[in-house]
């Protein structure tokens, strides 16, 4: 069974930064995206960012952009995500989440097979 373990979460004033981690374990595709979602209190689950392991394609939402980077440490099997500049409105559960043989469907979050057990990010203003 495949696993996501998140990490790095916390609390941050406005205009700090974050840097989150996602190890996987037991995945053994050879072919694979990794994205992160964030969902707040009320809201539906928002895809942010995400990485393919094809060609290491990065992609974001335009509410991120220039903001978060994601990255990825294959030895490490460990996807990061760098988030500077951050806003209240960011405050959020973020997931990490992977799907086998797939694009970045970051507006689709039921097609990804893999989900990580969450990690808080709160940014006071």
């Known amino acids: 069974e495949v696993q996501l373990v998140e990490s790095g979460g916390g609390l941050v004033q406005a205009g700090g930064s974050l840097r989150l981690s996602c190890a996987a374990s037991r995945f053994t595709f050879d072919d694979y995206a990794i994205g992160w979602f964030r969902q707040a209190p009320g809201k539906e689950r928002e895809g942010v960012s995400c990485?393919?392991?094809?060609?290491?394609?990065?992609y974001y939402a335009g509410s991120v952009k220039g903001r978060l980077t994601i990255s990825s440490d294959n030895p490490k099997n460990t996807v990061y995500l760098q988030m500077n500049s951050l806003k209240p409105e960011d405050t959020a559960v973020y997931y990490c989440?992977?799907?086998?043989?797939?694009?970045?469907?970051?507006?689709?979050?039921?097609?990804?097979?893999?989900w990580g057990q969450g990690t808080q990010v709160t940014v006071s203003s």
């Open positions: 990485i393919t392991s094809s060609d290491g394609s990065t």
């Open positions: 989440a992977a799907v086998p043989y797939s694009t970045c469907r970051l507006g689709y979050p039921g097609v990804w097979d893999y």
